[in-house]
RNA sequence: GGAGGGGUGGCAGAGCGGUUGAAUGCGCUUGUCUUGAAAACAAGUAUGUCGGUAACGGCAUCGCAGGUUCGAAUCCUGUCCCCUCCGCCA
């Protein structure tokens, strides 16, 4: 959520912030339901704090009221709850305008409205080759991959993965997993995949994004679409100590997406499923130390990238194209020769406070000083199986056999997956 | 699923209709003392919000949401969470 305070302080310029991601929010009214949310606060607090002033009074002479101050007292009382009625009206309106207005993109985001304004920034050594052997093809074929399965068990978008392909999944999961935490300096988290609806607001999945999330209505829990979301959720309501920021951490889970607003894309294969493992890294950082973070962890992402040895491009999005969420974004794409394409295998982005405000997470810049806004920033590190995927396809041998990368071996016990 | 108990400030822990935003202790900050530290002593030490350049003042908050009352941390209802016992279960 932005900062009411200041889209009231200078609402010009978020209103050009947020046309930049093309959107056009309605600053007239916010602004207009701001000066009558002030107003009934004043109003209240005054009658607030004569009925206070009687009262004690009363307290203090240790006395019944007089029936004037019964009858004025609850005249008072009565129009206090008329204006708090019309002011949760009021606070009801600001949030259902406020939650579903995007974050606003930094500076140096590019203009642009759709991906065709994302730049890329820099592309690793090696050649983008073709094979036209698509995992879908390969991985069956191997028999490490059953899509069949996947459809007859929960139906269109699920796969399952067998013998080889699986244990290839759960090395890379445990080898991302240790590199972030023995080497990056991550936590690692194993949080609740089933989260409250105020949690997936805080993350800012809730409420515009409803339409994508597996929900249970009987405890109306809503299952993570993203570890993010949890790990967002980790501090929420808290006020973090003094010296205790920054915070990173990492874990690895399944993300369930319903996928429906991209229907018709990617049908075959494993590109895009209800169901996946991702390892996502998460900071909570002191605000001018963001912009640095972000940079940080996409260099974290990359180094996975590059010990796997997958030729991969970094990508900077376009204002148009940023999450809803977030401030900036990076896409790492990790190019697949079967599929003759780039795989997003990582989104980082910085969402400045916007998730912390909506959340409710403070940090304290020094002992005894007031409490400010953390940024949070979060980032894959990596997305399977996109990343299964690339590997699969990039291992290819003439012999139909895949070769995997070696520093996959000491968690799989073999480099090579042989033709049946 | 059944039966109880409980949620108060950074922590511990009082209060159970009337100067209670909240005793007391611990912790923390600052000051005095000290070469320095410890100890002792003194003062300060929640969050949010409205007004104000500020100083400061008002209001709200004792899990959360309602209700009763002139007045609620204290009474009532709902709800969430935690704990104990029984049952069930990976």
């Not at 996959?408 to 090579?416: E, Q, S």
Request: net charge negative; aromatic share 6%.
């Amino acid at each position: 959520m932005l900062s009411l305070e200041q889209i009231v302080r200078d609402p010009e310029k978020f209103r050009a912030a947020l046309v930049r991601r093309g959107e056009a929010p309605p600053i007239e009214r916010i602004l207009e339901l701001d000066s009558r949310r002030k107003q009934l606060i004043q109003n209240a607090d005054i009658d607030r704090a004569n009925r206070n002033k009687v009262s004690k009074a009363i307290g203090d002479e240790k006395r019944k009221p007089t029936p004037d101050e019964i009858t004025e007292m609850r005249e008072t009382g009565d129009r206090i709850k008329g204006v708090e009625a019309e002011l949760s009206a009021v606070l009801e309106e600001l949030d259902a305008i406020l939650l579903p207005i995007p974050n606003t993109p930094l500076e140096d985001v590019p203009d642009g409205l759709d991906e065709t304004s994302n730049v890329v920034i820099r592309t690793s050594e090696g050649e983008t080759s073709e094979h036209g052997n698509a995992h879908w093809d390969v991985a069956t074929k191997l028999g490490i991959l059953d899509l069949e399965a996947g459809a007859s068990i929960a139906g269109a978008r699920f796969f399952v993965l067998k013998g080889k392909g699986a244990r290839l999944q759960r090395a890379l999961a445990a080898w991302m997993l240790d590199v972030q935490t023995d080497e990056h300096g991550y936590t690692e988290i194993d949080p609740p995949l089933l989260v409250r609806g105020e949690t997936m607001t805080g993350s800012g999945n809730l409420p515009k994004f409803k339409d994508n999330l597996y929900r249970d209505s009987e405890s109306d829990l809503w299952l993570v679409p993203t570890a993010e979301v949890a790990l967002n959720g980790l501090h929420q309501g808290q006020i973090i100590d003094a010296g205790v920021l920054p915070m990173k951490y990492v874990a690895q889970t399944p993300s369930f997406r319903k996928e429906h607003t991209s229907a018709g894309r990617d049908v075959r294969g494993i590109k895009r499923v209800h169901q996946f493992e991702k390892v996502e890294m998460f900071r909570y950082v002191e605000p001018d130390t963001s912009v640095e973070a972000l940079e940080e962890m996409v260099a974290e992402a990359e180094t996975l990238c590059q010990r796997l040895g997958l030729i991969y491009r970094v990508l900077k999005l376009c204002a148009g194209d940023i999450g809803f969420q977030s401030a900036k974004t990076y896409d790492i794409e990790v190019w697949s020769p079967g599929c003759a394409e780039w795989l997003e295998v990582s989104s980082i982005s910085t969402c400045t406070d916007f998730q912390t405000r909506r959340n409710g997470t403070r940090y304290r810049p020094e002992v005894g000083a007031s409490t400010r806004l953390p940024h949070t920033l979060n980032g894959s590190g990596l997305a399977l199986p996109r990343i299964w995927i690339a590997v699969i396809e990039n291992g290819l041998q003439e012999d139909g056999s895949v070769i995997i990368p070696d520093v996959l071996v000491p968690y799989t016990g073999w480099n090579r997956i042989e033709a049946s």
